[in-house]
């Protein structure tokens, strides 16, 4: 249960992956509680309460996959085919110092009783994290570091942040920089593609023109912190544009503005030739380094100079007035 609420920010109950009657508390990432249903009952992670057992979902124990094996060999871990455990009689479910990790690269077959490469997936079914949380729940992807699931009826529906972003399990938001614990290696984790929003998209208006203003409407692009698309009417063919050199779109307004006049949730690097920018949700206490318009890395101001003044492009002593440090994006 550890490992299940160290991908999920939400707070809440949760199903233990090794015992169908107990159950956990998840609160920012970690476990705060735990415990076991009485009378034999089995915990539902969709009502948050204990069942009868024959109404509950559960998840195949370790001595159920292992009855299929024989004393001495392995069965690989359902929520993680990296990993395995010996079926023997003396096992005891939480006993990690039992676990065996295949090599970076490999995944463990049930039936070959071998690790084997992890290009086909793994060899046997395995479950989804989302098997022990309630619907509705959006946390990261253990096997793909930046992306994320939402969590409907036990499945995974695998999701990726819009706009070259990545998804940091620690809080929850969509952000330009990988996290810091996602790994670094070539192949080890997602990456995201930087493609160029389209000059024409037919489907912009019709989603989202406002009837209840008539005339030209600019809407963002949904990508870039300085692009935006022109419709004429709702049926119209949306057309993309790029505000002026150094200024990004403001979507409330409707124009382009000084970058710190809004906490845009894309690339604020993008359209500038600025060194540094300042990081959105952070009350502008952390920049971020631009190489080329593309942020690069994430850096916090010291505790002598806590406030990054964009418009400086230094840390100062002071605090800013700065929509940007103010304004969530």
């Known amino acids: 249960m550890v490992k299940i609420c160290s991908y999920w920010p939400g707070t809440g109950y949760i199903g233990d992956s090794s015992d169908c009657q107990g159950w956990g508390h998840c609160a920012n990432n970690k476990l705060t509680a735990r415990g076991q249903c009485p009378d034999s009952r089995f915990f539902d992670v969709y009502s948050g309460t204990c069942q009868q057992a024959h ?16 004393s001495g060999e392995y069965v690989a871990d359902p929520l993680d085919c990296r990993k395995y455990k010996i079926c023997d009689d003396e ?69 990726a942040c819009t706009a070259a972003r990545y998804y940091n399990y620690k809080n929850g938001r969509c952000q330009l920089i990988r996290p810091k614990h996602c790994p670094s290696g070539e192949g080890d984790s997602y990456r995201p593609a930087r493609n160029p929003p389209p000059l024409t998209d037919v489907s912009v208006c019709a989603k989202f023109y406002q009837d209840d203003t008539l005339g030209v409407q600019h809407i963002s692009d949904a990508q870039t912190c300085y692009g935006y698309y022109t419709c004429n009417f709702r049926n119209a063919v949306a057309r993309w544009h790029s505000c002026p050199w150094g200024t990004h779109f403001q979507w409330w307004s409707q124009k382009c503005v000084s970058p710190e006049s809004y906490s845009c949730p894309y690339d604020r690097c993008g359209n500038l030739n600025a060194p540094f920018v300042s990081a959105i949700n952070s009350g502008c206490t952390e920049y971020i380094s631009c190489r080329n318009q593309i942020s690069h890395r994430l850096a916090k101001c010291p505790e002598d100079y806590p406030y990054f003044d964009e418009k400086m492009g230094e840390c100062v002593e002071y605090s800013l007035n700065y929509t940007v440090c103010f304004m969530n994006g």
């Open 55 to 70: 109404l509950v979902r559960c998840a195949p124990q370790h001595w159920e996959l292992c009855a299929k094996r024989q």
């Open 91 to 159: 096992w005891h479910s939480d006993a990690d110092d039992e676990l065996n990790y295949c090599a970076e690269g490999y995944v463990f077959s049930n039936s070959l009783q071998t690790c084997v490469s992890n290009v086909g997936g793994c060899p046997q079914e395995t479950l989804d994290i989302c098997a022990f949380m309630p619907n509705g729940n959006t946390l990261g992807d253990p096997l793909n570091c930046g992306l994320y699931k939402e969590c409907q009826n036990g499945m995974g529906i695998p999701q």
